[in-house]
């Protein structure tokens, strides 16, 4: 199964980058300050292959980083390789998932819009099982376990002492859909509402009433670094899904979030309107 890159070798990239360009040197000059070709020196930059870490180290040298850079460059070099705890599992992950994985071990926001389901992160385990079921018609029993294993384990990120904050924007269609039957949606959107009262998740509904809107396309995830050069977006598509990093592409949907955000309910509403749904079930 092919490996994406881990966040601290994403991250690495990043800042060696910032350090050369802030130097005012070019890939061709800097490679050659510590006997690396220009070839090289991009590969570092571009997040791809591994790294040594005392070039990391003479590198940073020669930009000028203070001690405190230094150091934490050459630990995220040290670290490039190690993956999260998905890793471990007997079980084969599927490769967007997989990078899925990689991106949000080390998150610090999500910007989420839904029109087909409650996002996965906010699921309950039957609510899950259900989707799963229902988009992967051909899978074992087993498979669709395994898959909402990964998914339950993904949410321990909501309970970490700093959690990323969870900002989803949900169409109406997705909190009316009945999934998994009466009491699996009823126990889904008193859990959705149990979630949304926490600091670090924000729960916005989307109504019919505002018509067509940004993301008509389909759902969509703006997976947010420590800095906005490590954003990634991720596209929902059919068998699995689509990762962008573009400038561009990662402005469009950027965009596109806060249109959506602006267009949805406030939270208050959004919490009346989810109840009175609740109900009908």
């Given at each position: 199964?092919?490996?994406?890159?881990?966040?601290?070798?994403?991250?690495?990239?990043?800042?060696?980058?910032r350090?050369?360009e802030?130097k005012?040197?070019?890939l061709?000059?800097?490679?050659?300050?510590?006997?690396?070709?220009?070839a090289?020196l991009?590969?570092?930059?571009?997040?791809?292959?591994t790294v040594?870490?005392?070039?990391?180290?003479?590198?940073?040298?020669?930009?000028?980083?203070?001690?405190?850079?230094r150091?934490?460059?050459v630990?995220?070099?040290?670290?490039?390789?190690?993956q999260g705890?998905?890793r471990s599992?007997?079980?084969?992950i599927?490769?967007?998932?997989?990078?899925?994985l990689?991106?949000?071990?080390?998150?610090?926001?999500?910007?989420?819009?839904a029109?087909?389901?409650?996002?996965?992160?906010?699921?309950?385990?039957?609510?899950?099982?259900?989707?799963h079921?229902?988009?992967?018609?051909?899978?074992?029993?087993?498979?669709?376990q395994?898959?909402v294993?990964?998914?339950?384990?993904r949410q321990?990120?909501?309970?970490?002492?700093?959690?990323?904050?969870?900002?989803?924007?949900?169409?109406e269609?997705?909190v009316?859909?009945?999934v998994?039957g009466?009491?699996?949606?009823?126990k889904?959107?008193a859990h959705?509402?149990?979630?949304?009262?926490?600091?670090?998740?924000?729960?916005?509904?989307?109504?019919?009433e505002?018509?067509?809107?940004?993301?008509?396309?389909?759902s969509?995830?703006?997976?947010?670094?420590q800095?906005?050069?490590?954003?990634v977006?991720?596209?929902?598509?059919?068998?699995?899904?689509?990762?962008?990093?573009?400038?561009k592409?990662?402005?469009?949907?950027r965009?596109?979030?806060e249109?959506?955000?602006?267009?949805?309910?406030d939270?208050?509403?959004?919490?009346?309107?989810?109840?009175?749904?609740?109900?009908?079930?």
């Amino acid at each position: 199964m092919a490996v994406g890159p881990t966040t601290r070798r994403r991250q690495l990239g990043a800042d060696l980058r910032r350090l050369r360009e802030r130097k005012g040197l070019t890939l061709e000059e800097a490679g050659a300050l510590v006997g690396i070709s220009k070839a090289t020196l991009s590969r570092y930059e571009t997040k791809e292959g591994t790294v040594k870490w005392p070039t990391v180290d003479a590198l940073c040298r020669e930009y000028g980083a203070t001690d405190e850079e230094r150091s934490a460059l050459v630990d995220l070099a040290k670290g490039a390789k190690i993956q999260g705890w998905w890793r471990s599992l007997a079980d084969p992950i599927p490769e967007s998932m997989n990078l899925m994985l990689t991106l949000e071990d080390e998150v610090v926001r999500e910007d989420h819009y839904a029109c087909m389901y409650v996002p996965g992160l906010l699921q309950t385990r039957a609510y899950a099982e259900a989707v799963h079921r229902a988009s992967e018609v051909q899978c074992e029993e087993r498979e669709v376990q395994h898959m909402v294993d990964i998914r339950m384990k993904r949410q321990e990120l909501l309970g970490r002492l700093e959690p990323p904050h969870i900002w989803c924007v949900i169409d109406e269609a997705a909190v009316r859909r009945r999934v998994g039957g009466r009491a699996v949606m009823k126990k889904q959107l008193a859990h959705l509402l149990a979630l949304s009262q926490r600091p670090h998740v924000t729960v916005q509904v989307l109504p019919f009433e505002r018509g067509a809107h940004a993301a008509a396309v389909g759902s969509f995830a703006v997976l947010r670094g420590q800095s906005p050069e490590l954003d990634v977006v991720y596209v929902d598509i059919l068998g699995g899904g689509l990762f962008m990093e573009k400038p561009k592409e990662l402005e469009r949907y950027r965009l596109a979030f806060e249109y959506l955000s602006a267009q949805a309910l406030d939270l208050e509403s959004t919490t009346g309107l989810i109840d009175r749904i609740s109900k009908e079930f």
